[in-house]
């Protein structure tokens, strides 16, 4: 202690230099990225903050979420830098801006995820490519989905998702939506897209072992114990384990030019492109898959589901359309029966009071299971009373398990029936206008370019705005904040602009599974106004959270659902 000084003089003397040293510190961070400017350039650096020395801005984006950039857009403009996840960033919004992203893929810029998210998910994805290996890799993808794959996961997806919407009907309690609807799109991703055999405890493993790995792979990028990357890293070893024993069974089965699932397009597409995937890129590969279709379809049947609930009116125009191409609920008197042992896997415990599920044609499809088979419980070729004829609505086995009344959707709709909804399309449109599943997508620039007067100097990286330009984007006639699904009509076509509506990104990047994303979210529209009610388990609306990505805050859209009886088919 310097001499003549009292202990709180020293103490306040110390807390004086360290808070000097912090704000030096954080002065010179500032500084170091001032002169990371091009000097060729004699535009000037985006307005913004670069935040603290190594952490930047990353904290506070994770905790204000939306927030951290409509308030900064607001103070700095549609173009401003920031500091996230160990890298510069500058953050862009506007039509025209985006335009310029994303139609400079492999001139301007080229495809950035964060460093975290590289190392989890490996360098053999469709995701992280450039060039002409992007584009090889985006050729043999295309075949997971053109028409002919779609239409042939088209009934395996209805099936499944009717599947889980009677369970959500039987459930005595509330439904936690998001995590319903994990599970809903972790079966579509794992039995159709991968044609995995799972019993329900495997597969409930599996998805969350899945959701772990997700969950990560915004981390900061360190990885040493307890950090998200190490957790990440973790989860996929375990998922390549898993998928490494599915593959070889896969590759050994005796009809291999028999591919009915994603897989199997990707090895066969593979082959007639001339090239031979390793077990690593098949490994990989298939994760990306689920990684594709689990979380963000997931978030946009959440958000489907509550803006439905939000507007009964849209409810009712999308019955009508469905009436009018005779696609609307039949509702059948099915006989009882005893409860199939296939469906206590997941809480439909035959002591548990049951509310009347919902019924459709349900044929037994023998290339997927209808829903989870557990060791000892009939298989799914396997009839479980064949006194019922197979045309009969109540041929499946989880209709026979219950008697009254119930109301199914049509078992036949095809990519050509749903391209006749137009009004269900804008529906559909809508959703992912208001809530986008992902905010945003990454770039890394190659070269210093000019956006809205400013530089973005070359090997920064550039993060553009789905959900802020759908906000913003002045072409709306309605108020853009607004839910109205007329907006797409033929009639109207405010979104005409290719860069005002932007779900899927766009340019070389855009997509690529987005007609199989569209297609479920319609079967998934269909079955819920047809076959069932829903309302709020909570007095009100949940907040919605925004990153990594869309969802409510802790679950907290909790709803009950009901089947629908004759009485509502008639009223509607």
Same mark, same amino acid.
């Given at each position: *202690?310097?001499?003549?000084?009292?202990?709180?003089?020293?103490? #306040?003397?110390?807390?004086?230099?360290?808070?000097?040293?912090?704000?030096?510190?954080?002065?010179?961070?500032?500084?170091?990225?001032?002169?990371?400017?091009?000097?060729?350039?004699? &535009?000037?650096?985006?307005?913004?903050?670069?935040?603290?020395?190594?952490?930047? /801005?990353?904290?506070?984006?994770?905790?204000?979420?939306?927030?951290?950039?409509?308030?900064?857009?607001?103070?700095?403009?549609?173009?401003? =830098?920031?500091?996230?996840?160990?890298?510069?960033?500058?953050?862009?919004?506007?039509?025209?801006?985006?335009?310029?992203?994303?139609?400079?893929?492999?001139?301007?810029?080229?495809?950035?995820?964060?460093?975290?998210?590289?190392?989890?998910?490996?360098?053999?994805?469709?995701?992280?490519?450039?060039?002409?290996?992007?584009?090889?890799?985006?050729?043999?993808?295309?075949?997971?989905?053109?028409?002919?794959?779609?239409?042939?996961?088209?009934?395996?997806?209805?099936?499944?998702?009717?599947?889980?919407?009677?369970?959500?009907?039987?459930?005595?309690?509330?439904?936690?939506?998001?995590?319903?609807? =994990?599970?809903?799109?972790?079966?579509?991703? #794992?039995?159709?897209? &991968?044609?995995?055999?799972?019993?329900?405890?495997?597969?409930?493993?599996?998805?969350?072992?899945?959701?772990?790995?997700?969950?990560?792979?915004?981390?900061? +990028?360190?990885?040493?114990?307890?950090?998200?990357?190490?957790?990440?890293?973790?989860?996929?070893?375990?998922?390549?384990?898993?998928? /490494? =024993?599915?593959?070889?069974?896969?590759?050994?089965?005796?009809?291999?030019?028999?591919?009915?699932? %994603?897989?199997?397009?990707?090895?066969?597409?593979?082959?007639?492109?001339?090239?031979?995937?390793? *077990?690593?890129?098949?490994?990989?590969? %298939?994760?990306?898959?689920?990684?594709?279709?689990?979380?963000?379809?997931?978030?946009?049947?959440?958000?489907?589901? !509550?803006?439905?609930?939000?507007?009964?009116?849209?409810?009712?125009?999308?019955?009508?359309? !469905?009436?009018?191409? /005779?696609?609307?609920?039949?509702?059948?008197?099915?006989?009882?029966?005893?409860?199939?042992?296939?469906?206590?896997?997941?809480?439909?415990?035959?002591?548990?009071? $049951?509310?009347?599920?919902?019924?459709?044609?349900?044929?037994?499809?023998?290339?997927?299971?209808?829903?989870?088979?557990?060791?000892?419980?009939?298989? +799914?070729?396997?009839?479980?009373?064949?006194?019922?004829?197979?045309?009969?609505?109540?041929?499946?086995?989880?209709?026979?398990?219950?008697?009254?009344?119930?109301?199914?959707? +049509?078992?036949?709709?095809?990519?050509?029936?749903?391209?006749?909804?137009?009004?269900?399309?804008? @529906?559909?449109?809508?959703?992912?206008?208001?809530?986008?599943?992902?905010?945003?997508?990454?770039?890394?620039?190659?070269?210093?370019?000019?956006?809205?007067?400013?530089?973005?100097?070359?090997?920064?990286?550039?993060?553009?705005?789905?959900?802020?330009?759908?906000?913003?984007?002045?072409?709306?006639?309605? +108020?853009?904040?607004?839910?109205?699904?007329?907006?797409?009509?033929?009639?109207?076509?405010?979104? %005409?602009?290719?860069?005002?509506?932007?779900?899927?990104?766009?340019?070389?990047?855009?997509?690529?599974? =987005?007609?199989?994303?569209?297609?479920?979210?319609?079967?998934?529209?269909?079955?819920? @106004?047809?076959?069932?009610?829903?309302? $709020?388990?909570?007095?009100?609306?949940?907040? *919605?959270?925004?990153?990594?990505?869309?969802?409510?805050?802790?679950?907290?859209?909790?709803?009950?659902?009901?089947?629908?009886?004759?009485?509502?088919?008639?009223?509607?």
């Amino acid at each position: *202690m310097p001499a003549g000084l009292s202990g709180p003089e020293a103490a #306040a003397l110390a807390l004086l230099a360290l808070a000097l040293l912090v704000a030096l510190c954080r002065h010179l961070w500032a500084l170091r990225w001032s002169l990371s400017r091009d000097p060729a350039s004699a &535009l000037p650096l985006p307005k913004g903050s670069m935040g603290w020395p190594f952490f930047g /801005e990353t904290l506070h984006w994770l905790l204000q979420g939306s927030r951290f950039h409509s308030s900064r857009r607001e103070r700095y403009g549609n173009v401003f =830098k920031t500091h996230l996840l160990g890298r510069p960033v500058v953050r862009v919004t506007g039509a025209e801006n985006i335009r310029k992203i994303l139609l400079g893929e492999h001139t301007l810029v080229s495809t950035q995820w964060p460093q975290s998210t590289q190392i989890i998910l490996g360098s053999h994805t469709l995701l992280g490519s450039i060039g002409d290996l992007h584009r090889q890799r985006r050729k043999i993808l295309a075949r997971v989905f053109s028409r002919a794959a779609l239409e042939s996961y088209l009934p395996r997806i209805q099936k499944v998702v009717s599947w889980e919407l009677r369970g959500w009907c039987m459930e005595p309690g509330s439904i936690a939506v998001y995590s319903s609807a =994990k599970t809903l799109t972790f079966r579509i991703a #794992a039995q159709i897209l &991968l044609g995995l055999r799972l019993e329900e405890k495997q597969f409930k493993d599996l998805a969350k072992t899945f959701e772990q790995l997700v969950e990560n792979l915004f981390s900061l +990028p360190l990885n040493i114990p307890f950090s998200g990357l190490r957790k990440g890293i973790k989860a996929r070893d375990m998922l390549h384990e898993f998928m /490494e =024993k599915a593959i070889q069974e896969k590759l050994q089965r005796k009809n291999p030019e028999d591919h009915s699932d %994603a897989l199997d397009f990707i090895i066969n597409s593979a082959k007639e492109h001339g090239k031979e995937f390793t *077990m690593q890129e098949l490994k990989e590969s %298939a994760i990306e898959l689920i990684f594709a279709a689990f979380f963000t379809t997931a978030s946009a049947s959440t958000s489907l589901i !509550l803006l439905l609930l939000k507007h009964p009116s849209v409810i009712e125009k999308i019955r009508q359309e !469905l009436m009018s191409h /005779e696609l609307y609920q039949q509702c059948e008197r099915c006989p009882a029966g005893p409860f199939p042992d296939s469906l206590t896997s997941q809480s439909r415990d035959s002591e548990k009071p $049951l509310l009347r599920p919902t019924a459709k044609d349900a044929c037994e499809d023998e290339s997927q299971p209808l829903g989870p088979t557990e060791e000892g419980s009939p298989q +799914p070729n396997t009839p479980l009373e064949p006194t019922l004829p197979q045309s009969s609505p109540c041929a499946g086995p989880q209709l026979r398990a219950l008697s009254g009344q119930s109301c199914h959707s +049509p078992s036949d709709i095809t990519l050509e029936k749903l391209s006749c909804l137009r009004y269900l399309d804008c @529906v559909i449109k809508e959703v992912l206008r208001v809530l986008p599943p992902v905010s945003g997508g990454y770039r890394t620039a190659l070269q210093t370019f000019e956006l809205d007067g400013y530089q973005i100097p070359k090997g920064w990286s550039v993060m553009y705005s789905i959900r802020d330009t759908h906000e913003t984007a002045a072409v709306y006639q309605s +108020p853009p904040g607004s839910f109205d699904p007329d907006r797409f009509s033929a009639t109207r076509m405010e979104a %005409a602009g290719r860069f005002h509506y932007i779900p899927f990104g766009g340019g070389v990047r855009s997509c690529i599974g =987005k007609e199989l994303a569209q297609a479920i979210l319609k079967l998934l529209a269909i079955e819920l @106004v047809s076959t069932v009610r829903w309302e $709020l388990a909570t007095p009100g609306y949940p907040a *919605m959270q925004t990153v990594p990505i869309v969802h409510p805050v802790d679950d907290g859209l909790q709803l009950y659902f009901h089947a629908l009886q004759p009485s509502h088919s008639r009223e509607a």
